[in-house]
């Protein structure tokens, strides 16, 4: 059969995607030419050439380049194959027993069916056709309380859907991306095939969940001996106080700087950046500092000295009150003296600065805020031998409104990295629906170990605590 021949002339052709993938149809049958996918072509007799995708049968390998009568799939312009490619397993040990009865010379397994007078043989280790309706995945996997792959997650997907659907459309060290991740299946099989992954989303939750699954796959793929391959959770618009205050006074200034909208420029000591053309001053990183009236005075001068303007901002946590009354002298100054110099006062959590940093980023508006991490308190109490209660429930949100939306618990904690225990990941109440704030534990020894619980809000602000436990 000249298979690339036929392909060339086939009746219907439709360009899937940008990579080059084509769907060509005959009838009910059908060849998608994608990244390293195995064809298989057999002719009736009247000649028309029958096309049809194959699947791995019993083992997930990877197939590398395939021929068909002398067609290197893979490198022929007619069909765009790609190398690099894993099917699952459609066949179960019993089907294979009892279908595939026959073994050829060279030692291939195969059956023989026959259809409309004719006899077809189909080798095991080329498969069935793959339909576009996929019933062979069962959705209990990712929701039934017995599997071990289920976290709880209202959107959880099973694993094995994922799994067809990334070795179908991406090769082997390429990018996947997910940008409403939710519980993080798509990148955590992801990381299990060996494929680079972004994964996005608006929650603190999703993120923290998504995180800790990518830790345990590779936990689990590669052991505890090895340190867990680099990935880092960045936050858009979300800045947790804390952190912020760990910044050098040169970090804090260019952060904040950057982020409403300014350029860094050290034009004198009391000048720190530029906003279209307006000098700009940063407070001190923690959030107990003060603007004080020195500050106030010591910024007008350098305003007006260095730049010639009579406009300034200063940017910081707090104002103390004669900060506030200095600005407003300085101001009262207009129409009276050459040298007055406006000042705005723009608390960092004040809706003023939102509005600058969201006049250059709309879409940003909805995202922007300064976060606390929740106050976490652990109360432990022994229950039973091995078995001991955890107890949450006087935790607290620090931000406004906030409340405590997930607690995830490692009762196996290594230093590093935090990896949630099975089934501690998203609990909840059965009666209300809300976050499980007590739980228990059933230790499979007694002995010291180290238990670590990580606390989120519904504002963003998360925190994990560490303590060590004498097992008895």
């Given at each position: ?21 084509h ?90 069916q ?24 069962n ?17 959880q ?12 459309c ?37 993120v ?8 345990k ?12 391959p ?23 200034r ?69 900060a ?60 039973k031998?091995l ?22 618990w ?10 949630s ?52």
């Amino acid at each position: 059969v000249d298979l690339v021949g036929t392909l060339a002339q086939a009746p219907t052709v439709q360009r899937l995607d940008q990579h080059g993938a084509h769907q060509i149809g005959h009838g009910m049958s059908r060849l998608v030419a994608g990244p390293g996918r195995v064809v298989v072509a057999s002719t009736s007799r009247d000649q028309r050439v029958q096309v049809q995708p194959r699947m791995q049968a019993h083992q997930q390998v990877l197939l590398g380049v395939r021929q068909h009568h002398g067609v290197d799939l893979a490198a022929e312009p007619g069909t765009q194959a790609r190398p690099e490619h894993q099917y699952d397993a459609l066949y179960k040990d019993i089907t294979l027993s009892m279908h595939y009865k026959h073994i050829d010379a060279q030692g291939r397994r195969y059956r023989v069916q026959t259809k409309g007078g004719k006899d077809y043989i189909t080798y095991e280790d080329e498969g069935m056709v793959c339909d576009s309706v996929w019933d062979d995945i069962n959705a209990q996997d990712a929701t039934s309380p017995i599997m071990g792959e289920r976290i709880g997650y209202p959107t959880q997907k099973p694993e094995k859907l994922l799994q067809r659907m990334i070795t179908a459309c991406s090769p082997v060290g390429g990018v996947v991306a997910d940008f409403f991740c939710g519980g993080g299946t798509t990148p955590a099989v992801a990381q299990l095939l060996n494929r680079r992954w972004i994964a996005c989303d608006q929650s603190r939750i999703a993120v923290a969940i998504t995180s800790d699954r990518v830790a345990k796959v590779v936990r689990d793929k590669v052991g505890t001996l090895f340190p867990v391959p680099d990935f880092t959770v960045e936050h858009w618009g979300i800045y947790e106080a804390p952190r912020l205050e760990s910044y050098t006074p040169a970090q804090f200034r260019e952060f904040v700087v950057r982020a409403f909208g300014g350029r860094p420029e050290e034009i004198s000591p009391a000048i720190h950046g530029v906003r279209h053309g307006v000098p700009l001053y940063v407070g001190e990183p923690s959030r107990d500092s003060r603007i004080t009236k020195e500050d106030v005075a010591r910024f007008a001068k350098a305003v007006y000295e260095k730049r010639r303007a009579n406009h300034g901002v200063m940017l910081a946590w707090n104002f103390g009150p004669d900060a506030r009354k200095a600005a407003e002298i300085l101001a009262a100054r207009e129409n009276k003296r050459v040298d007055f110099v406006r000042l705005s006062l723009v608390r960092l959590e004040a809706d003023e600065f939102r509005e600058h940093v969201v006049s250059k980023h709309p879409d940003y508006g909805p995202l922007l805020s300064f976060i606390q991490p929740p106050e976490v308190r652990v109360v432990v109490q022994r229950v039973k031998p091995l078995v001991y209660e955890f107890d949450v429930s006087e935790s607290v949100s620090l931000n406004k409104d906030g409340a405590i939306a997930n607690v995830q618990w490692d009762f196996n904690h290594k230093p590093g990295k935090f990896i949630s225990t099975q089934g501690y990941t998203f609990l909840r109440d059965k009666k209300t629906g809300r976050p499980a704030l007590i739980v228990q534990y059933t230790f499979p020894k007694a002995g010291a170990v180290t238990v670590a619980c990580s606390v989120q809000d519904d504002q963003g602000g998360e925190r994990t605590v560490v303590q060590t436990l004498q097992v008895e």
